[in-house]
């Protein structure tokens, strides 16, 4: 079984930073695509940043140029910067297109998620 495990949240004030990580554990070979999501209170999750085995990178149109997403191995990172109220959700961690050593592939998992607060 494969898991995903967030840190980093918190509270920030509008202009501060922060930096979330994600570690996926289990018997995994390869992982396609890792990426944020984030949603807030009332509205749909949305994508905030992928990062693919390519090294392509992905973001959403409100978070270019003030956060980084950054990946080593089965482990991601999104580096958030310049922090806005608007940016205040759960973030959640998705790994997809894995692959395990059991056999399994294209298997799309989802961690807890961890909150983000930007709040002065």
């Known amino acids: 079984q494969v898991q995903l495990v967030e840190s980093g949240g918190g509270l920030v004030q509008p202009g501060g930073s922060l930096r979330l990580s994600c570690a996926a554990s289990?018997?995994?070979?390869?992982?396609?695509?890792m990426a944020w999501y984030r949603q807030a209170p009332e509205k749909q999750r949305e994508l905030v940043a992928a990062?693919?085995?390519?090294?392509t990178t992905n973001y959403a149109d409100s978070v270019k140029g003030r956060f980084t997403i950054s990946r080593d191995k089965n482990t991601v990172y999104l580096q958030m910067n310049s922090l806005k109220p608007e940016d205040t959700a759960v973030y959640y961690c998705?790994?997809?297109?894995?692959?395990?050593?059991?056999?399994?592939?294209?298997?799309?998992?989802w961690g807890k998620g961890t909150l983000v607060t930007v709040s002065s």
């Open positions: 289990g018997s995994i070979l390869n992982i396609a695509t």
């Open positions: 990062f693919t085995i390519s090294a």
């Open positions: 998705n790994a997809d297109g894995v692959m395990t050593y059991s056999g399994s592939y294209g298997m799309s998992y």
